[in-house]
């Protein structure tokens, strides 16, 4: 089984409905990420969580909202979707205290996407 | 100017050529430098950490330039399986990492 398990892995939506991408991991990090990737654009960042009680929006968070329900569990919600959230989602997770470096956010460990269209 | 610049490519290469990637960001205040592998409809995963003093795995090679803010990474006698999208990543202390779009390389035989 993956240690970052992502669902669902395909979604095909219309515009206007409420969506919630949800993530789950095994490994026992604290960080979690919500990134998406768009051809030409790479990956950008949405939002990210340091433990359970921190909330921090990444770069283009506008029109997402998480929550991070437990230290497994981060889910990324799209309120009313647009076709222009049309794009690969990952969840990542990482434990800085493995690095012995303060500061660094450590390796990231994706889950295997989900893939959202809004028609 | 965005924060990790790439050339995206395509790198289309020989099998057993040498090949270099390069990668620009602009905080100076970035404070660890990586390089992940992305294949087509896979997620990122780590190649390499990249260290002030360069480092080298296998045929990979990494180095860094604080002074210039210059990221690179070669890769010698290339394989077909090092077909890929290559991932330049930056930290900065305190935040989450920053992706460069990638530089995508096609090894044939």
């Known amino acids: 089984d993956a240690d970052v398990t992502q669902t669902p892995r395909n979604r095909i939506t219309k515009t206007g409905k409420r969506i919630m991408l949800e993530c789950s991991q095994t490994?026992?990090?604290?960080?979690m990420y919500w990134y998406r990737q768009d051809p030409g654009l790479g990956l950008r960042l949405i939002y990210y969580s340091f433990d359970v009680k921190d909330i921090n929006k990444g770069e283009i968070s506008d029109g997402y909202s998480v929550s991070r329900q437990a230290q497994a569990k981060f889910s990324l919600s799209l309120e009313s979707a647009i076709p222009n959230q049309t794009a690969l989602y990952f969840c990542?997770?990482?434990?800085?205290?493995?690095?012995?470096?303060?500061?660094?956010?450590?390796?990231?460990?994706f889950g295997e996407g989900s893939r959202l269209t809004v028609l | 100017r965005k924060e990790v610049e790439q050339d995206p490519g395509p790198f289309n290469v020989p099998e057993g050529a040498t090949v270099a990637f390069n990668c620009t960001y602009s905080?100076?205040?970035?404070?660890?430098f990586f390089w992940y592998r992305q294949d087509c409809r896979k997620e990122p995963k780590l190649l390499m950490s990249v260290y002030s003093s360069g480092n080298e795995d296998g045929r990979f090679t990494a180095q860094l330039n604080r002074a210039s803010q210059y990221i690179s990474l070669l890769i010698r006698d290339s394989k077909l399986s090092d077909s890929a999208t290559y991932l330049c990543?930056?930290?900065?202390?305190?935040?989450?990492?920053?992706f460069g779009k990638g530089t995508t390389l096609s090894v044939s035989s």
């Open positions: 905080n100076s205040a970035s404070q660890s």
């Open positions: 990543v930056v930290n900065q202390a305190g935040t989450a990492l920053i």
């Open positions: 490994k026992g990090h604290d960080r």
């Open positions: 990542a997770t990482s434990d800085p205290s493995r690095t012995g470096f303060a500061g660094n956010t450590g390796e990231l460990f």
